[in-house]
């Protein structure tokens, strides 16, 4: 009798153990978080990224089911990501989010970025990846790449904007300063800045283009400058104008 409840307890232990092993199976996937540092991960390999906001109702509604969609990233061969564009202000600069949550397949060694705009649900996605219907999504133009230029550029003013708000905040918060006194610091700073980068690019300009000597139109007597700084003509000239006396 005893021996049987050892094979008993052994059977219970082996059961536990492959359900364990069962469920870690199919709950391969991660769920990884993208930042504006690590944002370049999604230019290798194929990913499937959702921008959202944790105030966003509609954001709320979708966790569960982009949280399970990412359990099958190892099954459908694609990498399932999510970035909070009230974090990372640049990142969603970058990818010009304009409403939430956005959806974005990222494939082609980050040379394709295409919106996704169908259901929300988890077959619905499935099939986006598996019968590979993004190919039917006409993918964003150069320009406005996230790894562009003209995105690169965007992407690091919101993160500017993002750091003079955080020092507001800090300011304001643990320093006690006035809030007009930080608006008359921001007015003076931008005056400052705006000044000596116009005289940057004034200076750049003028290597780059330098100022053209004008020539005196034919015929107007040429002048010399004498050690002196007297102007007088040159003997050429003056000889010229001469022979055209005598005439």
Not at 126 to 136: L, S
Not at 187 to 205: P, Q, S
Request: with cysteine; charged share 20%; hydrophobic share 45%.
């Amino acid at each position: 009798m005893e021996r049987f409840h050892h094979v008993l307890h052994d059977h219970h232990l082996f059961m536990i153990v492959f359900i364990i092993v069962g469920s870690c199976y199919h709950c391969t996937g991660e769920m990884q978080v993208l930042t504006d540092s690590n944002w370049t991960a999604v230019l290798q390999g194929d990913w499937f990224v959702e921008f959202y906001a944790p105030w966003c109702g509609a954001c709320r509604s979708f966790e569960p089911i982009w949280q399970q969609f990412s359990e099958q990233s190892d099954s459908l061969g694609v990498k399932i990501a999510k970035a909070d564009i009230t974090v990372e202000s640049g990142l969603a600069a970058r990818f010009l989010v304009s409403q939430l949550p956005t959806l974005y397949y990222i494939n082609e060694e980050g040379t394709s970025f295409r919106k996704y705009t169908g259901k929300r649900r988890i077959d619905n996605l499935e099939k986006f990846v598996n019968e590979k219907q993004w190919q039917q999504i006409e993918p964003v133009v150069w320009y406005l790449k996230p790894n562009s230029v003209p995105m690169t550029v965007a992407g690091a003013l919101a993160g500017i904007g993002e750091s003079v708000r955080f020092l507001v905040q800090i300011l304001t918060d643990q320093y006690s300063v006035p809030m007009w006194l930080i608006i008359v610091g921001m007015v003076v700073a931008t005056i400052v800045v705006g000044v000596i980068m116009g005289l940057v690019l004034v200076g750049i300009g003028g290597v780059i283009f330098p100022a053209k000597r004008q020539q005196p139109p034919r015929g107007t007597p040429q002048k010399a400058v004498t050690a002196v700084g007297k102007e007088v003509e040159s003997e050429s000239t003056a000889a010229g104008g001469d022979t055209k006396k005598d005439k």
